[in-house]
Nanobody, 123 residues
Framework: QVELVESGGGLVQAGGSLRLSCEGS????????MGWFRQAPGKEREFVAA????????NYADSVKGRFIISREYAKSTMYLQMNALKAEDTAVYSC????????????????WGQGTLVVVSS
């Protein structure tokens, strides 16, 4: 069974940091691009960051650029999202995804999804 499992969410004060993890199992994801998305209450799911299968092609949403860092650890089949200088508007359920067909910024393109982890930033 193919699975992506996120962890690391929680409650943090504005200005603080959290690191999210996304561990894959059931198949290798080393040849796939992977991404992070988030969905705040009452809002559409939005792209946060993505990393190519090479690990070197990285893209961020403008809203998180300079604050978040995406990375991969192939030996552990794990992707990370280091979130720094968190703001109240970063509050959302964060989900990881893998194997986009074409547009890595479009959540509809991804084949595999995790269940999500909640991040709450208090102001």
């Amino acid at each position: 069974q193919v699975e992506l499992v996120e962890s690391g969410g929680g409650l943090v004060q504005a200005g603080g940091s959290l690191r999210l993890s996304c561990e894959g199992s059931g198949r290798t994801f080393s040849g796939d691009a992977m991404g992070w998305f988030r969905q705040a209450p009452g809002k559409e799911r939005e792209f946060v960051a993505a990393v190519a299968w090479t690990g070197t092609g990285i893209n961020y949403a403008d809203s998180v650029k300079g604050r978040f860092i995406i990375s991969r650890e192939y030996a552990k089949s794990t992707m990370y999202l280091q979130m720094n200088a968190l703001k109240a508007e970063d509050t959302a359920v964060y989900s990881c995804a893998a194997d986009p067909r074409r547009d890595y910024k479009d959540h509809r393109e991804y084949r595999y999804w995790g269940q999500g982890t909640l991040v709450v930033v208090s102001s």
